[in-house]
């Protein structure tokens, strides 16, 4: 990715080429043009860009010290235009589902962009991961850290208002890093939940399925889906449910009793006694020895086994297959915007929205 500068030139010639009118509108806003950027800390590295604020690449070592990239990518930044996987993106205005792409705030009704059957997805066809965003601040040394910057206008796939969004992804210690993301609404109440969307594959990207992955996930409770996965608005115990991840276990084990795979939110413990920043899962690979703790601070995770993967092929032609990655997707509650039960997620001008990940990584010898 960060190849050479003929290579960087395509890959402008190709995005420009592709996103035609949309191009020309990131364009006329300035600042925001095609970069990559490479975080690094030792034998730990990530590299992120400035198209939908995407992660690219996460390298650690296994075991026995061989550095592998364990998020899954596209080879050229042409393929990332008008992706439907969401490969590393940083998703909004509003991630996830909203049902029938539309909702009333103060009786006023709004109607989204629908990508999604009758829904909205991850804010429609052109949502946060698929515009440029400009660099607000980049420090390098021994804690590394880029913080992207993007202003959404008003009517932006039909939601109502500007707002300014901000995302920091920076080097916090040894083999760990956070993502700290915030928006801030100008004129008008709108709703906001942004999530970071990346496919992660312990044993690498491209080398087999995440479904013999041990996965911890620390919530009692999800929120089932009906039809075109839209939460019902009920919330119950995964106690006695291939849902329940509260010990570590498999997603493969109980996968086949789960209608298209695994694609839920989990009510994170915690959130509702007010608990900021905690553990919310914990993802380990036997073969490998690569651990990876998350801690947040959101009420939801979207667990999400990588169900519609079907053999796109990836960085360095690695092929995807079905279960190739999974992605934890920390978050409000998808279609909150309809479910008075649900946490809040409209924000009006003068408040802030924050959501804060922090991913530690060890090894298990
Ligand atoms: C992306 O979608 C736009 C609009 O639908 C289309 O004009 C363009 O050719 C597409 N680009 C690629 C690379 O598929
Ligand atoms: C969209 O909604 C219409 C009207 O309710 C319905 O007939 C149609 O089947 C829906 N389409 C999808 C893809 O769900
Ligand atoms: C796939 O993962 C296994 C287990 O860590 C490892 O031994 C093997 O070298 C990996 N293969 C590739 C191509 O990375």
């Known amino acids: 990715m960060a190849g050479g500068k003929g290579a960087l030139l395509l890959c402008i010639a190709i995005v420009l080429l592709a996103i035609g009118n949309g191009g020309a509108e990131a364009r006329k806003q300035g600042k925001q043009s095609l970069g990559f950027y490479e975080l690094r800390r030792g034998e730990f590295s990530m590299v992120v860009t400035s198209w939908g604020a995407t992660i690219l690449a996460v390298r650690i070592p296994d075991k026995n010290g061989h550095i592998g990239d364990v998020v899954l990518g596209y080879k050229d930044i042409g393929s990332y235009v008008n992706d439907t996987t969401y490969f590393g993106a940083l998703v909004g205005r509003v991630a996830n589902r909203i049902a029938g792409g539309r909702f009333t705030i103060r009786d006023r009704p709004y109607h989204t962009f629908r990508n999604d ?39 932006e796939q039909g939601f109502p208002g500007a707002l300014d969004v901000l995302v920091t992804y920076k080097i916090d210690g040894d083999f760990s890093y956070s993502v700290t993301m915030y928006a801030r609404p100008l004129d ?178």
């Not at 915007?337 to 530690?360: A, D, I, N, S, T």
């Open 117 to 155: 059957g009758n829904n909205t997805l991850h804010g429609g066809h052109r949502g946060f991961n698929q515009v440029f965003w400009s660099v607000r601040e980049r420090v390098t040394g021994e804690f590394p850290h880029i913080t992207f910057s993007y202003r959404s206008y008003d009517g």
């Open 188 to 365: 008008k109440p709108t709703p906001v939940n942004l999530a970071q969307h990346t496919y992660w594959n312990l044993r690498g990207h491209g080398n087999g399925t995440v479904l013999g992955h041990a996965v911890q996930i620390f919530a009692s409770a999800v929120t089932p889906v009906g039809g075109g996965l839209i939460p019902s608005g009920a919330v119950t115990p995964v106690a006695g449910t291939p849902f329940d991840f509260r010990a570590p276990a498999a997603p493969g084990a109980r996968i086949a009793e789960v209608e298209g795979g695994y694609d839920i939110n989990f009510v994170l413990d915690g959130a509702a006694d007010g608990q900021g920043v905690r553990k919310v899962a914990v993802v380990s690979e036997p073969d490998s020895g690569r651990v990876m703790e998350l801690w947040g601070d959101q009420p939801g995770l979207q667990f999400y086994t990588g169900n519609f993967l079907k053999g796109d092929v990836g960085k360095g032609g690695a092929v995807y297959a079905k279960h190739g990655g999974m992605c934890l997707e920390t978050q409000d509650y998808p279609d909150a915007v309809h479910e008075p039960g649900f946490p809040r997620e409209v924000y009006r001008p003068g408040q802030e929205y924050k959501h804060y990940m922090l991913y530690k990584f060890s090894l298990k010898k």
